[in-house]
T-cell receptor, first 114, second 109 residues
């Protein structure tokens, strides 16, 4: 499972509240990604990080911010959650070494915004 | 037009059948992933390939870079193969993934 955990695994929140999702990895991978998965759209990239304090936007970044203050943690924040952000969120890491450039996914966080 | 197209959209097979799932893409890529997701489950990487063919157990993945096409084959299919199969292409210096919408496979006993 490439040592990836996500927390929380499930969250229900109300419109307008801030929400932070955490992705934690134990294998010191440089690249980390946040995706959302929605019916009819599949998986889409929100933000990614290529090192501590180095992040960039993906295709659906509006309404989201990220931070990476240490290698093992990549945080996704919804500053003011909206119902359109109800989704399943997956974090991924990109490997180096023998399985170079392959991405492995965390278990996902199911977020419901009421 | 989506950059990554998968076909067929949904697929039902009888246990034991040979199954082929296709993926076509329209951009230049450095590699292609095949991913599997069981209902309510996480996403598992089956293969990453940039040329030729790879085999793991009953699964075989092929890619034709010139034709921008990849196939995932399942031999001797089993009900536990029932899942969503997702194709994703790797592009750019930061290896971003662009995903197809996935194929829902149901294998009946």
């Amino acid at each position: 499972d490439a040592g990836i955990t996500q927390s929380p695994r499930h969250k229900v929140t109300e419109t307008g509240t801030p929400v932070t999702l955490r992705c934690h990895q134990t294998e010191n991978h440089r690249y980390m990604y946040w995706y959302r998965q929605d019916p009819g759209h599949g998986l889409r990239l929100i933000h990614y990080s290529y090192g501590v304090k180095d992040t960039d936007k993906g295709e659906v970044s509006d309404g989201y911010s990220v931070s990476r203050s240490k290698t093992e943690d990549f945080l996704l924040t919804l500053e003011s959650a909206t119902s359109s952000q109800t989704s399943v969120y997956f974090c991924a890491i990109r490997t180096q070494g023998a399985r170079y450039n392959e991405q492995f996914f965390g278990p996902g966080t199911r977020l419901t915004v009421l | 037009k989506n950059e990554v197209e998968q076909s067929p959209q949904n697929l039902t097979a009888q246990e034991g059948e040979f199954i082929t799932i296709n993926c076509s893409y329209s951009v230049g890529i450095s590699a292609l992933h095949w991913l599997q997701q069981h209902p309510g489950g996480g996403i598992v990487s089956l293969f990453m390939l940039s040329s030729g063919k790879k085999k793991h157990g009953r699964l075989i993945a092929t890619i034709n870079i010139q034709e921008k096409h990849s196939s995932l084959h399942i031999t001797a299919s089993h009900p536990r193969d029932s899942a969503v199969y997702i194709c994703a292409v790797v592009t750019g210096a930061n290896s971003k993934l662009t995903f197809g919408k996935g194929i829902t496979l149901s294998v009946r006993p």
